[in-house]
Structure formats: structure tokens, C-alpha cells
């Protein structure tokens, strides 16, 4: 029996309703503002709040009031990626066929979504965070200046954004990375990430599984400014504010313009369709003999519990690779 979700209408509606993303714009210094405000849930991220994401940087892209976009984080984090628990029926074996037509704004019962057992049931998905309107690069094609406001974890769909964002401004505890490298062993920003830190260091990242600290991201020429905590928003302001008072809204399009085509001859959409495609082999990945590998599915989702088996993976790794800042004070 398929298990359907709800109707994309009715998620972006709920992230509305419940203020999990803010948008706000001052006209007179042609500063915009996204704010993830779910702190409970360290701002993850669900279909709903992707979706309108997207939407909210479609518009400040249009609006002749807006020259510089600011995206940061309510709460002690910018953001620790998508949630995972909207995702459990995808990823379990025990759920059956699941239509994930919402994701792609669908919401035509007379629509059939592929089932579990193709190619196609991850494939399109995933081929789909390659599009704007899903809210995973939208920043790629935003033509005005965006900049991201890093502190604690940066992980997941919010190191998607920092992939994407022209400049990052952190605060000094934030660590950087992605899960899915633990549990998967990919996610839809490989080659933008691959561009960004460096083949080396991203291949570091990306083999061990660890988190990389603002300083190092820094170093490697990822991250812009580094800052105490208590600095953070006025270094974000003083960011925002100097590229409010640069060159006018058209020559900001022409700048952005051309670095859109130098990342394209650099090959920013295809890695993504690469990323997608290599995504979509995660039905033919078998697990090693004798290997405890964690595997998202009823395992995470329905025995162990989520929260158990991140915690439990993570005191595996040294203190100072631990994904948690609680965990890396444990011996």
C-alpha cells in the first residue's frame, strides 16, 4: 500500500502559518533578510520551508528593492540540514511504494509516482534538487549579492547554501559539513563543494566524515570573515551594508551575470545532474561482510531511533571530528 504524503500547498502553508522561514526587506538600504526560525529544531529544513525558500529568492531576485540577500539562522544554530524524519517512509524498507509527488509541487492524485523498486524513485527526486524551485541551489541563480550567516552547525541542506551563498560571515564555533557522508557517502553539492574548499580538503571531508571548523574553512578560502559569536550579526551588517553601497542594482546583475556563466564553464549544473545521478545508485550500494554500517532505513527510523544511532556514530570518530559540540567534549 503507498503511503501518500501531504499536499505541497498545505506544507508550504504550515511553514507559513508556524513562521519556520521569515523574509523581510528594507527598502531603504535594499537589504533583504531570510530567516530559518525553527531553533527547536535546529532550523531543519522540510519540503515546505524548501519550497517557499526557493520562492523567497525568486522574488528578492525580481524586486527592484532588493540588492543584497541575508540568510541566517534564528537560535545557537544556523541550520543542521533537512529532516530527516519527513523522510523516514522514503528511506525505510517496511513503508512500501511512496509518493513523493509533493516535492515536486504535485498535487494531482491522478499523478502516480514510481515506485520503491526503480531506478527512477530516487533518481527523480534527487534530479529534481537540481532545480531552483526545489530549494537546494536556488542561490545559483539569484543575480543580486546573497551572503550567509554561519554559527554553530552548518550541516546538511545549509552547507547546500553555503556551497551556493558569494560570501559567508561565521561566528568562530561553527563547524561545517555534511552527515550524509557517514551514512550515505554523497549528497547534490559534491562538485560545487569540490570547487569551493578544494579537491584535497574536500576529499578530506569527504572520505573521514568530519566537520570542519570556521577556521579551517577560512584557511582554505571558504569562508570570508570569522568572528566571536557576539560580533556576528554586526560583521554580517557591515558586509551587507558595504555591498548595499557598491555599484548600482544593474551592475550587480552584469557582475553576477558573468560569474554565473564562469561557473558554468566551470560545470555547476552538470555536477549537479552528475550529484543526482550518482545519488540515484543508493539502492545498488550493499553494505561490506562484516561491517556494522549504519544504513537509513527501519533500523534509524523504527528501532533504533535517530537521535540513538547519530550519537552512537559519532562517539566512534576522535573528540575533535565529532559532529556534536556536546560530543566533542567527551572523551
Not at 35 to 55: C, S, V, W
Request: glycine residues 8%; contains cysteine.
Amino acid at each position: 500500500m503507498a503511503v501518500e504524503l501531504r499536499d505541497h500547498v498545505t506544507l508550504k502553508q504550515e511553514a507559513l502559518d508556524n513562521g519556520w522561514i521569515l523574509y523581510s526587506k528594507d527598502p531603504a538600504t535594499k537589504i533583504a533578510t531570510i530567516t530559518f526560525n525553527r531553533p527547536d529544531k535546529q532550523n531543519a529544513m522540510n519540503i515546505g520551508m524548501r519550497q517557499l525558500y526557493g520562492e523567497f529568492i525568486h522574488k528578492a531576485n525580481v524586486d527592484d528593492d532588493v540588492k543584497v540577500l541575508v540568510i541566517r539562522g534564528e537560535g545557537n544554530n544556523f541550520g543542521a540540514g533537512g529532516d530527516l524524519p519527513e523522510q523516514a517512509e522514503m528511506l525505510s524498507e517496511s513503508s512500501g511504494d511512496v509518493s513523493l509527488l509533493p516535492e515536486f509541487g504535485i498535487d494531482d492524485p491522478t499523478v502516480k509516482y514510481p515506485p520503491k523498486n526503480s531506478f527512477r524513485f530516487i533518481h527523480s527526486l534527487v534530479d529534481q534538487y537540481a532545480k531552483a524551485p526545489a530549494g537546494n541551489r536556488s542561490l545559483q541563480e539569484f543575480k543580486k549579492i546573497s551572503i550567509l550567516e554561519t554559527k554553530g552547525y552548518c550541516y546538511g541542506w545549509h552547507f547546500y547554501q553555503a556551497a551556493d551563498v558569494d560570501l559567508i560571515v561565521s561566528s568562530d564555533d561553527t563547524l561545517f559539513g555534511h552527515p550524509s557522508f557517514r551514512y550515505v557517502g554523497w549528497a547534490p553539492r559534491l562538485w560545487q563543494w569540490a570547487e569551493t574548499m578544494g579537491v584535497r580538503k574536500f576529499m578530506e571531508m569527504l572520505f573521514t566524515g568530519r566537520p570542519f571548523t570556521a577556521a579551517e574553512m577560512y584557511e582554505i578560502g571558504f569562508v570570508n570573515s570569522v568572528v566571536p559569536r557576539d560580533k556576528l550579526e554586526e560583521e554580517t551588517m557591515k558586509y551587507a551594508r558595504a555591498c548595499a553601497t557598491s555599484r548600482p542594482v544593474d551592475t550587480v546583475q552584469v557582475q553576477k551575470t558573468f560569474l554565473e556563466v564562469f561557473k558554468q564553464h566551470k560545470g555547476e549544473y552538470m555536477g549537479s545532474l552528475v550529484s543526482a545521478w550518482v545519488e540515484g545508485m543508493l539502492p545498488a550500494v550493499r553494505e561490506d561482510k562484516g561491517m556494522d554500517d549504519v544504513v537509513l532505513g527501519d533500523e534509524v527510523f523504527k528501532e533504533r531511533g535517530l537521535n540513538n544511532v547519530v550519537k552512537d556514530v559519532d562517539m566512534l570518530y576522535p573528540p575533535e571530528w565529532r559532529l556534536a559540540h556536546s560530543n566533542r567534549k567527551k572523551p
